[in-house]
């Protein structure tokens, strides 16, 4: 029963021992349901259940929240890369492609976080924690590079350009997927999308 006046706050399945953790995770289903610009702090501290000065508490305002997202979010998009280059093996450029695949991957599974994290700037990249993930996230491209070219892409051009042209292949594929600008991709079975984009991956790798 709802006493007259109040409102019941959301059930969630979150244990309140770490309100940082739970106020995260009511983060991101708020950026899901509402998108950027429908995400409030309001919402969030309703979604978890705790007061509204809660998540001021904890990250001060709306866009201090999603910076620390963003920051649990670059965590797992290297997660999902790290883990479906292990599904491909040793060879470097197999293991390559699978983190452009674990890249696009992500993104289709994380629209909103993804958008986020590239594409607002409602995330602080000043911010330490933030800068920390993103760029253990580049790192990770640039070990792919060099374990392919067998030299650091920081120290020699041409390796750097292939870190700068995987990227915006991985990203550009990934923003029309989800703009639904790709519908010859889009409308693939999964398993037959991820066998032509790895091909994409591999045609776009110089020999």
């Keep these: 029963m709802v006493e007259s006046g109040t409102e019941k706050p959301r059930k969630t399945a979150y244990h309140h021992g770490d309100l940082r953790a739970t106020l995260l995770r009511a983060a991101e289903e708020e950026l899901d349901e509402r998108g950027i610009e429908g995400f409030t702090l309001r ?32 965590e797992r998009f290297l997660e999902v890369q790290t883990r479906v280059q292990a599904e491909a093996g040793a060879d470097a450029r197999a293991r390559h492609t699978a983190a452009g695949l674990g890249y696009i991957r992500f993104a289709l599974e994380n629209p909103e976080l993804f958008r986020l994290m590239f594409s607002s700037r409602r995330a602080d990249f000043s911010d330490a924690a933030l800068q920390k993930t993103a760029m253990q996230s580049f790192d990770a491209l640039l070990g792919s590079i060099a374990a392919l070219r067998g030299v650091n892409p920081r120290e020699d051009q041409p390796a750097m350009l292939d870190v700068l042209a995987s990227w915006a292949l991985a990203h550009g594929l990934s923003d029309l997927l989800l703009s639904g600008r790709m519908l010859t991709l889009a409308d693939m079975p999964g398993e037959t999308r991820e066998r032509t984009l790895a091909e994409i991956f591999t045609r776009s790798l110089r020999d």
């Design 43 to 74: 919402g969030c501290a309703k979604r978890a259940g705790v007061s509204h000065a809660a998540p001021t508490h904890h990250f001060g305002d709306a866009n201090g929240l999603l910076t620390a997202l963003a920051a649990v979010g670059f």
